[in-house]
């Protein structure tokens, strides 16, 4: 992923995953290492507000990223591009749905139970499934030949390229077996960072040239 910056606007887009996914691991981190933490940290003041405020600059940043392109696009490219900054306005919203539903089941004054913080992991890695290889696939089929022959290729390329594209997800599947395997939770809390990582490979790749229109994310 290293090499010049050719188009700001999906770097940016890739600054707030990663972002999102740094939050999110270290609300993580804070629920599964009490004592490390301290109880308190999830009703901070000062934690809410840098929260919500890198919430606000990741929701800007994701609007910079993708507003030219669905003004540029057209036809099938256009609702192609609409579908991408709706999923990633809701990837980085993810921070205050958390804050909206610990406040609505009270849990910043009685903690969430293991099992139910397993329950909103899962469905985080849900919407990353969905939005991170379904959604791509959809649209890559709906742009008829040119669409498919793009992901032909993609399947068809070395396993260097695979790993080069998804070694967050190979790392995530890894953590995921050996929290299930040995019962090893701290392995959980890299997960949302490595989900957004996944997330963020296309914007990179795509920063690292300059097009017209927006083939690659």
Not at 30 to 59: D, K, T
Not at 151 to 174: C, E, M, Q, S
Request: include cysteine; glycine fraction near 8%; proline fraction near 5%.
């Amino acid at each position: 992923m290293a090499g010049r910056i050719h188009d700001s606007r999906a770097f940016i887009g890739a600054l707030a995953l990663l972002i999102v996914g740094t939050i999110l691991s270290l609300m993580v981190a804070f629920y599964l290492l009490p004592g490390v933490f301290g109880r308190e940290i999830f009703i901070a003041r000062w934690w809410w507000e840098i929260v919500l405020n890198l919430q606000i600059l990741c929701l800007a940043f994701m609007w910079f990223c993708h507003h030219e392109r669905i003004i540029q696009a057209s036809g099938l490219w256009r609702l192609r591009a609409i579908g991408n900054f709706l999923v990633g306005i809701i990837s980085v919203s993810y921070p205050i749905g958390v804050m909206l539903v610990s406040a609505w089941f009270d849990w910043f004054r009685h903690a969430p139970s293991e099992h139910t913080v397993l329950i909103v992991m899962i469905a985080g890695i849900s919407l990353w499934v969905f939005g991170d290889f379904l959604m791509p696939v959809f649209y890559r089929m709906a742009l008829g030949p040119e669409g498919r022959t793009a992901l032909l290729a993609a399947a068809g390329d070395k396993h260097l390229r695979w790993f080069r594209n998804f070694w967050p997800t190979y790392i995530l599947v890894g953590c995921l077996g050996y929290a299930t395997v040995c019962g090893g939770l701290l392995a959980l809390i890299p997960i949302p960072i490595l989900m957004y990582m996944q997330g963020a490979i296309p914007y990179l790749r795509k920063a690292k040239h300059a097009s017209p229109r927006d083939a690659d994310i």
